[in-house]
């Protein structure tokens, strides 16, 4: 869930299977994030936009130093 009065800022762009895992992981330990799948909303909407493979995961501004260590940590071991 999602809360505060910080800007959203992008952390990870990826496949729709690792960022729903992050997320996961994200909330799990309690920082919010949002998910923006610009492909799958245009496919609802009729028409094409964004690219299929590029999901990208929001946070609030204000988790960033909270979030970055599990953010890496996830990176290297799905690299």
């Known amino acids: 869930m999602m809360r505060g009065n910080s800007e959203l800022i992008k952390v990870y762009t990826g496949r729709d299977v690792q960022v729903h895992i992050l997320k996961d992981e994200l909330e799990a330990n309690g920082i919010g994030a949002m998910i ?9 909407a009729g028409f094409g ?3 299929p493979t590029a999901i990208d995961l929001f946070i609030l ?3 960033k130093e909270k979030a970055m260590p599990l953010i890496d940590a996830f990176i290297s071991r799905n690299a």
């Open 61 to 63: 501004a204000d988790d």
């Open 49 to 51: 936009g964004g690219v």
């Open 36 to 44: 923006r799948d610009d492909f799958h909303s245009g496919a609802l």
